[in-house]
């Protein structure tokens, strides 16, 4: 992807703000779990990766991946 650096840190915090936001409300996490969830998942590392191109998907298909995490664990 062909993006600036902080093009890319908005866009990956804006995502994570949105992703956060989505587990306190559709798993019932409280924000301490929520942010603990999603900075220790491989969701977020691929995001963090701009290769991945992920940084660049709505937020409601990454939650997909997040939600496919919580089933493996």
């Known amino acids: 992807m062909n993006v600036t650096e902080s093009q890319f840190r908005y866009l990956k915090e804006t995502l994570s ?6 587990l306190m409300e559709r798993k ?3 924000m301490e779990d ?6 220790e998942s491989d969701t977020f590392r691929k995001i963090s990766d701009s290769e991945t191109g992920l ?5 409601g298909y990454v939650f997909s991946y997040l ?3 919580m089933k493996e664990r």
Request: glycine letters at 0%; hydrophobic letters at 45%; charged letters at 25%.
């Open 17 to 22: 703000k949105d992703l956060i936001a989505m």
């Open 28 to 30: 019932n996490m409280t």
């Open 34 to 39: 929520a942010f603990r969830f999603y900075y």
């Open 55 to 59: 940084f660049f998907q709505s937020p």
């Open 67 to 69: 939600e496919d995490e």
